[in-house]
């Protein structure tokens, strides 16, 4: 166990790419996989590699996620262990948060409380598994001020993160956000080493450099933008990058090995989805020594009825996932993902969609590459998917995926 540590997982962002989606959750609300919320994934990273004092920082829209992880985190206060909700409170004035350092600064009481050896500041808001202990060792053993998580990315997509420059022992000589031209990681000139948004900091030098940062009134106030590129130019701070790549979870496949997605916008969603319900997945929910923790419902089991070949009347569901308490009441599901309680009527056919819980889809409706929110209830005969125009028309459409809101209402 790591009691030296305290985690504090920025977890208020507003995921302004996935609305609707994040219309009325926070973007580490979204549910992904069939039964989990995007934040699962940081907090099971967190308990399985032996973390468990765990602050979650939130602001906005934040009552779902407040919901979820009230009711399904719950670590054992008797030997001190934690995952706790901090709402943003405005300690230090009558502003939000202003970034990522800020939200920091405004809970550095946190810190001084909890009086850790090293702090990690980590983002909620994406898929991946990480032994975060491997980082914690590489970050001690080189008595680090500052380490970053990273991963190499194809040159070509390097311009859509913050980039790292690195030399030969790994310590960070340069950082830049969402560059034009990335400067290629050492000995490969096709890839650039990309920032994951993970941090681990002495705690001493994180105190320093997040209240000098909140003096400086043309700072962004931003872990990337100012707190790390200022750092890195600094010679009496060592800093290092752990290439995430090197990083090894019990159970895992060398082909999941460096699995990291980014699902901030509708189209990596849907994508990253996809890939969950392909037949030899990269990413492993079943792996039973890392397992994704979440909140879970008493639901019965799924159940599939109807098996009437000949009136197209088949209960049916073919590399898919299906969470508990759906029923699939002679429909047809393909390559999609049902989360708890959803139900599928007769003749209707579902392919490659992911739909929310308590979703109830209408006979004879037919819907292709669509995500449909939480409690939606699409109409007998209802089609999506197969006309971009007329979708269009009623929903938000992004790169031929088709979003249906909760609350719609079909006419």
């Not at 320093?208 to 100012?226: M, P, T, W, Y």
């Not at 005969?381 to 909760?406: E, M, N």
Request: net charge neutral; hydrophobic share 40%; charged share 25%.
């Amino acid at each position: 166990m790591n009691n030296d540590v305290l985690v504090m997982i920025l977890a208020g962002g507003e995921g302004s790419r996935l609305r609707p989606l994040t219309q009325e959750r926070a973007k580490p609300a979204v549910p992904f996989g069939g039964r989990y919320r995007i934040i699962d994934f940081a907090l099971s990273n967190f308990v399985n590699s032996g973390f468990f004092k765990i602050k979650v920082l939130t602001q906005y829209k934040s009552e779902s996620l407040t919901q979820h992880i009230s009711r399904g985190w719950r670590l054992s206060e008797m030997v001190g262990h934690f995952v706790e909700i901090v709402p943003a409170q405005q300690r230090t004035g009558p502003t939000w948060y202003l970034g990522s350092a800020d939200a920091i600064f405004q809970n550095l009481n946190l810190i001084e409380d909890e009086d850790p050896r090293d702090v990690c500041v980590f983002g909620a808001d994406h898929i991946y598994k990480m032994d975060v202990s491997q980082m914690l060792t590489f970050h001690r053993e080189r008595e680090a001020a500052l380490t970053v998580a990273a991963i190499p990315v194809p040159i070509e997509e390097g311009s859509n993160f913050g980039i790292i420059e690195v030399d030969e022992e790994s310590r960070m000589v340069g950082f830049e956000e969402k560059p034009k031209k990335p400067k290629p990681m050492p000995g490969d000139p096709t890839r650039c080493l990309a920032s994951m948004g993970n941090y681990i900091f002495q705690r001493e030098a994180l105190v320093e450099e997040i209240r000098v940062d909140a003096l400086d009134q043309k700072s962004a106030h931003d872990f990337g933008k100012s707190i790390i590129t200022k750092m890195a130019r600094e010679s009496r701070y060592s800093v290092y990058v752990y290439d995430f790549t090197h990083n090894h979870v019990p159970g895992q496949s060398e082909a999941e090995r460096g699995y990291w997605r980014d699902v901030g916008t509708l189209w990596s969603y849907w994508d990253a989805s996809m890939e969950l319900v392909s037949l030899t997945p990269k990413f492993d929910l079943y792996n039973k020594r890392w397992p994704i923790r979440s909140h879970h419902n008493h639901y019965p089991p799924a159940k599939f009825v109807h098996d009437d070949p000949t009136n197209a009347r088949v209960g049916a569901a073919i590399n898919s996932i299906v969470a508990e308490g759906v029923i699939v009441s002679g429909g047809i599901i393909r390559s999609s993902v049902l989360f708890p309680r959803v139900r599928v009527n007769s003749y209707s056919h579902i392919e490659q969609s992911v739909l929310f819980e308590d979703v109830t889809v209408g006979r004879r409706a037919r819907i292709r590459k669509a995500i449909i929110d939480k409690g939606v209830n699409i109409p007998p005969d209802t089609t999506i998917g197969y006309d971009p125009v007329h979708d269009a028309k009623r929903f938000t459409v992004s790169d031929g995926i088709v979003v249906i809101p909760k609350g719609a209402v079909f006419e």
